[in-house]
């Protein structure tokens, strides 16, 4: 009797030790797959190259404030719902006037806060416009050219674009033709009619 | 009894030091540890005692021993006591690996080097957006001009000709146009304001062919930066991204997966490409823009195929290899015939 219990003793004794090391083992084994497994290979980086380097306009608020203050009405249409003081957009929001958007157009005006500034669509019959406005302004490449004039236009493929800086933010109103064909959309506006439009925009919204 | 009983005391304990040495090579566990034997408290062991001069009492010098001569009188290095400093000359430092030849994901022309007879390109260019996602998520991709290719409008032939599916890259910002198109970044007036980019395969360019327009839907065309979809016109996708914007054209615009006003992340599926363009002819491409709010100009095209060439690198895993243009581009040029309008 007694040796059957010293031999059960000892037999208990070795499945213990037994088991604590197959425990020990089995942490081991979960590890070692992450031990083992070859490690994800970084993301190729490009090489580097010169590249066109962003910095914030500084904008002049307080001109923005005295032309706003000047304005005789609002110019947002009613769908437009325009921040003010610390809440509005990053740069002074500038509106085409007098331009008729109807649902036959292609629905209701759109105006998108970002956080660099923002967009302004306008549907129209003959072509949508677009005013984009941003504080973020990039370095151009080195050697090109002298600067713009006060109002810069330029034909696209679908359209055409006019560019101008006020109070430090940069400004540029699309014209997107509508049923164009032979993808040359510039047919759909003149550069005076664009220049117009974009000589018309009114400050509509200032912190 | 008793001695039974030791006997499988003594078993016992056999089979568990046993089991506390199984192990084997490389079976991930701990090795085993030998317990420290030595008390902590105890002295150290004494300092190894002077070499003796005669261990055997021969009364003869062991350096001048048959075969002493053998010995490398060079005092030998152990790894762990040659530290800097120390007065022993360490082993020579093993070389550091050579790094390994960059292998070429693909290869591209030197920004500006349009297409010879195709017009002049733009010289000094800038990554204008670094860190872009490519435009196309994943098939391979050619940029190459569409009108002075196989299957364009100077040279004819089909444009899913093997030839148009091969590197390198060449570069079609400010290529001749005769629709009055300018930006500041061509050294010349009425030019092709993007890069063209072909996708895919011969193969599936003929899939492509055969397919009905509307479900044109094999190469997905996605946002490259976060940003706003702010217009779909035409032919058109446009997607406003802080000071930039880039305008995507030719896709399947009955299959586009955005709407107007859709917020969009990079690497999101915008749509297909395809060769929509308002009812004109053109090939199964992308013409990709970029629109950038420039210090000294304003909004304006600035050139897309360094970016392009960037994001190609990262979403191939590789660098592209840069191709000297004097050597590359021994062909003759090719004018567009007189009278001929390019507006693409």
């Known amino acids: 009797m007694m040796l059957r219990l010293i031999f059960m003793a000892s037999w208990l004794a070795f499945v213990a030790a037994c088991s604590e090391h197959i425990g020990e083992d089995s942490q081991g084994d979960s590890a070692s797959p992450a031990q083992t497994q070859a490690p994800e290979p970084a ?164 912190r | 009894m008793t001695l039974k009983t030791v006997l499988v005391a003594l078993a016992g304990c056999i089979l568990l030091s046993a089991c506390d040495a199984v192990r084997y090579p490389g079976d991930g566990g701990e090795p085993p540890r030998t317990p420290e034997t030595r008390d902590p408290d105890a002295p150290p062991p004494p300092p190894p005692t002077e070499p003796v001069t005669d261990p055997y009492g021969t009364g003869e010098d062991p350096s001048s021993a048959p075969g002493s001569e053998d010995i490398d009188p060079t005092p030998i290095s152990d790894p762990v006591t040659d530290m800097p400093g120390s007065t022993i000359d360490p082993q020579p430092a093993e070389p550091a690996p050579e790094p390994e030849p960059a292998e070429y994901a693909f290869s591209y022309f030197a920004p500006g080097a349009l297409t010879p007879g195709s017009g002049t390109g733009a010289p000094n260019q800038l990554v204008h957006a670094p860190g872009i996602t490519f435009p196309i998520r994943t098939a391979p991709t050619y940029l190459q001009t569409q009108v002075w290719a196989l299957g364009g409008r100077i040279l004819g032939g089909d444009e899913c000709d093997p030839s148009n599916y091969t590197y390198p890259w060449r570069d079609n910002f400010c290529e001749t146009r005769t629709s009055n198109r300018n930006t500041p970044f061509c050294p010349l007036g009425k030019v092709h304001l993007g890069q063209d980019l072909r996708v895919g395969t011969p193969s599936e360019c003929e899939v492509l062919r055969r397919t009905p327009e509307e479900d044109r839907t094999l190469h997905e065309v996605v946002a490259v930066e976060d940003g706003v979809v702010y217009e779909i016109a035409t032919f058109t996708v446009k997607l406003r991204s802080g000071g930039r914007i880039y305008r995507y054209m030719h896709l399947n615009m009955e299959a586009l997966q955005v709407d107007a006003g859709d917020t969009v992340q990079a690497g999101d599926v915008l749509g297909y490409v395809s060769k929509d363009f308002g009812g004109a002819p053109t090939t199964f491409h992308l013409h990709f823009e970029i629109i950038q709010n420039t210090e000294e100009h304003g909004w304006v095209h600035v050139p897309p195929y360094l970016s392009l060439v960037e994001a190609y690198e990262r979403r191939e895993g590789g660098p592209g290899e840069l191709i000297d243009t004097a050597v590359a581009t021994a062909s003759a040029p090719v004018f567009p015939p007189e009278g001929m309008e390019i507006i693409e």
Do not use: H
Not at chain 1, 73 to 93: D, K, N
């Open chain 1, 43 to 206: 993301p190729f980086e490009p090489p580097a190259r010169p590249s066109a380097t962003p910095s914030q306009a500084r904008i002049d608020w307080q001109a923005a404030r005295t032309d706003l203050a000047s304005t005789p009405g609002t110019v947002a249409p009613e769908s437009f719902q325009i921040q003010s003081g610390e809440q509005a957009p990053p740069v002074p929001v500038l509106l085409p006037t007098g331009i008729v958007s109807t649902a036959s157009a292609g629905g209701a005006p759109r105006f998108v806060q970002l956080p660099d500034g923002y967009l302004a669509t306008y549907p129209g019959a003959d072509y949508d416009i677009t005013v984009s406005g941003t504080n973020e302004v990039f370095d151009a490449a080195p050697g090109i050219g002298e600067g713009v004039a006060d109002l810069s236009f330029a034909a696209t493929v679908d359209g055409a674009m006019v560019s101008f800086t006020r109070y430090g933010a940069g400004y540029m109103v699309e014209f997107v033709c509508k049923g164009i064909e032979g993808g040359d959309g510039s047919a759909c506006v003149e550069e005076a009619e664009a220049l117009d439009v974009a000589q018309a925009l009114v400050i509509a919204g200032s």
